[in-house]
């Protein structure tokens, strides 16, 4: 039997994922692995930069989960600093460059995956490339901020964008000792939420001393004699001093290559694949992680949500398909979480906005709880908001934001929307109690009582 080739272009979680489980299914002498890495370092936890610049971990290395030495010692020949710069789908290679050397070559496939991620938004304005303005997504990119971090004297960032990325490198900065500045264009931080959950954001961002600036539209990053960056400009006509500036404003789909080869991608940029992560119309490419657009199992609709989470079982699944094997990806309910200082901030399902782009009619309901009895020593409060289907009462989205113990309540909620429960039968979900944990009435449960109710008073 002739030996085949993998050609895998991106090595972080679904990349290396995918080459990882189809090597545990075919070994070298059926199956030939090529990696191709534009930066220094694989496999590492994205979702881990914040607190390594906020100091909860103590190195860089530790959000590593496998090294290339690694992944190499297991017959996958990994090739890092090498950026794959054209696709030549009918001759079936892949054109890469060192960027070390500049010198480039062809490598020839029966099967490639494509994992090139995503990439911060960078808004075309005047001082956008200077130095000391950073946006996040990579490993290469944390030392590079790190490394402005330690050179630079001053204590003032901006941090232009108040998403997760944002809050979260707020919170790191704040950690770090800086005093921070978070410029955004919404109503209220955290567009992920509806804004009077995010107002509480918002509140409790300030009182923790990160100075939070609603519809500020960003015009200009000022810089100084030499360069750098030295302040932000808004068409408010205010500046805001900083000695350095983040890009939390978000990421967009890496599929400059797809594009230009032709595949299809959907309305956000990213690539679309079948059930298996085959890209749609191509039978042996395969794409996964940030770069690819999934079914909303919700909204029935494919969106872009760049999480770990999915990368990684993305990667599961593409290898088990390259390997032999059979697997499915069959969608989410657009679950994530996220903390700034001793705030914890969760969602699942659709926003207001959501349900009403995707033609649904809906109820809200929105109760505040505590995490613990209430008479608990250190209980903390917790609002619970809640959408479901106007005359169904099938869930919808559930939002939380409070304080310990808050944020992974909404797991609850992910798997209910997986189910298609609705708000009636979740109020009789047999969770776990005890007054450590929970009020004798979960806040979850609280909040679909109450929407029981709404959906009742709609009919």
């Known amino acids: 039997m002739a030996t085949e080739r993998l050609v895998v272009v991106g090595g972080d979680a679904a990349g290396m994922s995918a080459a990882s489980q189809a090597r545990r299914l075919k070994g070298p002498a059926e199956l030939a692995?090529?990696?191709?890495?534009?930066?220094?370092?694989?496999s590492y936890s994205a979702c881990g930069i914040p607190y390594w610049v906020g100091g909860q971990v103590a190195e860089r290395d530790d959000l590593i989960a496998r090294t290339p030495?690694?992944?190499?010692?297991?017959?996958?020949?990994?090739?890092?600093?090498?950026?794959?710069?054209?696709?030549?789908?009918?001759?079936?290679?892949?054109?890469?460059?060192?960027?070390?050397?500049?010198?480039?070559?062809?490598?020839?496939y029966d099967k490639l995956v494509l994992a090139t991620g995503?990439?911060?938004?960078?808004?075309?304005?005047?001082?956008?490339?200077?130095?000391?303005v950073h946006g996040i997504q990579s490993l290469d990119d944390g030392q590079r901020l790190m490394d402005t971090l330690r050179r630079t004297e001053g204590r003032r960032a901006v941090v232009v964008g108040a998403g997760y990325i944002g809050v979260e490198m707020a919170e790191a900065l704040v950690a770090r000792g800086y005093e921070v500045t978070v410029?955004?264009?919404?109503?209220?931080?955290?567009?992920?939420?509806?804004?009077?959950?995010?107002?509480?954001?918002?509140?409790?961002?300030?009182?923790?001393?990160?100075?939070?600036?609603?519809?500020?539209?960003?015009?200009?990053?000022?810089?100084?004699?030499?360069?750098?960056?030295?302040?932000?400009?808004?068409?408010?006509?205010?500046?805001?001093?900083?000695?350095?500036?983040?890009l939390g404003i978000g990421v967009e789909p890496r599929t400059a290559l797809a594009r230009a080869a032709g595949l299809p991608l959907g309305p956000s940029g990213g690539l679309l694949t079948d059930l298996s992560m085959r890209v749609r119309g191509h039978r042996n490419i395969w794409a996964g992680g940030d770069c690819v657009e999934v079914l909303d199992l919700v909204a029935g609709r494919t969106r872009h949500i760049?999480?770990?989470?999915?990368?990684?079982?993305?990667?599961?699944?593409?290898?088990?398909?390259?390997?032999?094997?059979?697997?499915?990806?069959?969608?989410?309910?657009?679950?994530?979480?996220?903390?700034?200082?001793?705030?914890?901030?969760?969602?699942?399902?659709?926003?207001?906005r959501d349900a009403l782009e995707a033609g649904l009619r809906f109820v809200t309901a929105t109760i505040t709880s505590t995490n613990t009895a209430g008479y608990y020593p250190g209980a903390a409060e917790m609002t619970v908001k809640m959408l479901a289907e106007r005359r169904t009462g099938r869930l919808l989205g559930v939002q939380i934001v409070g304080g310990a113990g808050a944020a992974k309540r909404v797991d609850i909620a992910a798997v209910a929307l997986t189910a298609g429960m609705t708000v009636d039968a979740m109020v009789s979900l047999d969770l776990g109690y005890a007054p450590p944990f929970s009020p004798v009435w979960d806040p979850i449960l609280v909040a679909a009582r109450k929407a029981v109710a709404a959906v009742r008073a709609a009919v």
Not at 33 to 42: D, Y
Not at 74 to 102: F, H, S
Not at 309 to 337: E, W
């Open 33 to 42: 692995i090529v990696a191709f890495e534009r930066g220094h370092f694989t």
């Open 69 to 108: 030495e690694e992944h190499r010692a297991r017959d996958i020949d990994l090739r890092t600093r090498t950026e794959v710069v054209e696709l030549d789908l009918p001759g079936a290679r892949v054109r890469a460059r060192d960027l070390d050397t500049g010198s480039e070559s062809w490598t020839e």
């Open 118 to 132: 995503a990439r911060p938004v960078r808004p075309r304005l005047p001082g956008i490339g200077a130095h000391g």
């Open 183 to 246: 410029l955004h264009r919404g109503e209220q931080p955290m567009a992920t939420l509806d804004p009077d959950m995010g107002g509480l954001v918002h509140s409790a961002m300030n009182r923790m001393g990160i100075r939070t600036v609603s519809r500020a539209e960003v015009t200009k990053i000022l810089t100084d004699e030499e360069g750098r960056a030295r302040a932000v400009a808004t068409s408010a006509g205010e500046e805001y001093e900083a000695d350095v500036v983040v």
């Open 306 to 352: 760049p999480l770990g989470t999915h990368a990684n079982k993305h990667g599961q699944v593409i290898g088990s398909g390259v390997g032999g094997g059979y697997a499915t990806f069959p969608g989410v309910v657009g679950t994530a979480v996220s903390k700034v200082c001793d705030l914890e901030i969760a969602r699942t399902g659709l926003r207001e």
